[in-house]
């Protein structure tokens, strides 16, 4: 990439924040879900044990991304209206947050079992363009699981202290 693409690139990210509607899921993290699941596509129409293995990881991929884009992600979507002091609505109910929380992990450890098994694979083959892909997608799960869905978890609940105090104070 040119410097020029590179920093046209980086200015039109930064500004899409601004742009965005709440509730959506922010760009970066739907950029990394796409980019992932059409390499992965790439590699599984290949015939042979890689292609194979990459086509399990990408079903699974592709279930579990769009789980994620459909509930926690778009609470992340939130961050900035939450850190600005602005209440919340139209919030999943905790439990059932925690729930899918719950199901989003077990997807991860499926995912991340699959993409282990690729890895192992690539080495096992020598292709180190392989197994470099696959060790990524695995740090982007452990990710999730480390920081995006306790970050989710946090917005959720400083939107709803905030509408609790919007509540209390309108006497409502």
Excluded: K
């Excluded at 590179?6 to 796409?34: G, K, R, W």
């Excluded at 929380?101 to 392989?130: I, M, R, S």
């Excluded at 740090?139 to 609940?157: N, S």
């Amino acid at each position: 990439m040119t410097p020029r693409l590179i920093i046209a690139a980086t200015l039109s990210a930064l500004a899409l924040p601004a742009v965005a509607a709440p509730n959506e899921t922010p760009y970066a993290l739907s950029a990394a879900h796409d980019d992932f699941e059409a390499q992965l596509a790439r590699l599984a129409q290949r015939r042979d044990e890689i292609g194979a293995a990459a086509g399990t990881a990408a079903t699974l991929m592709a279930a579990h991304n769009a789980a994620q884009e459909r509930l926690v992600l778009p609470l992340l979507g939130r961050a900035e209206t939450s850190a600005s002091g602005a209440a919340g609505a139209d919030l999943p109910d905790r439990a059932h947050l925690e729930a899918e929380l719950l199901q989003l992990h077990d997807g991860d450890v499926d995912l991340v079992t699959a993409l282990v098994e690729l890895y192992a694979l690539a080495e096992e083959t020598a292709e180190p363009e392989v197994a470099r892909l696959a060790e990524r997608m695995i740090w982007h799960q452990t990710g999730d699981v480390e920081v995006l869905y306790p970050a989710a978890l946090l917005v959720e609940a400083a939107l709803r202290a905030r509408a609790s105090e919007a509540q209390a104070v309108s006497g409502n």
